[in-house]
């Protein structure tokens, strides 16, 4: 069992910056690969990125990339999801998870993942 928590979201003004985190607690956290979706009110929860257990692959959906970089501290059991040129669509609440399997072909899929964090809201103005 793996416990994820999410912190670091708020409010911000478009063209802004955020950091997330997500700690993880229970067992060892480099076993896993890692990954973050978000939810806006009213759709489908989405992929944002994803990185693997030893932070040399990482992913990300178009909307995202360039601007948001996932990393990760094994020593720290965190997973970070740094957040520049903040747009309005980008506003949803943040989710992380983890997978032991393996990233490859799946990574985008919320159906791929064991384990989530309640989420913490991401808010930006315009």
């Known amino acids: 069992q793996v416990q994820l928590v999410e912190s670091g979201g708020g409010l911000v003004q478009a063209g802004g910056s955020l950091r997330l985190s997500c700690a993880a607690s229970g067992r060892t956290f480099s076993n896993y690969n890692m990954g973050w979706f978000r939810q806006a009110p009213g759709k489908d929860i989405e992929f944002v990125a994803a990185i693997n257990w030893g932070g040399s692959g990482t992913y990300y959906t178009d909307s995202v990339r360039g601007r948001f970089t996932i990393s990760r501290d094994n020593a720290k059991n965190t997973v970070y999801l740094q957040m520049n040129s903040l747009k309005p669509e980008d506003t949803a609440v943040y989710r992380c998870?983890?997978?032991?399997?393996?990233?490859?072909?799946?990574?985008?899929?919320?159906?791929?993942?064991?384990?989530w964090g309640q989420g913490t809201q991401v808010t930006v103005s315009s």
């Open positions: 998870a983890a997978r032991m399997k393996p990233l490859s072909g799946t990574y985008s899929y919320t159906s791929a993942y064991d384990y």
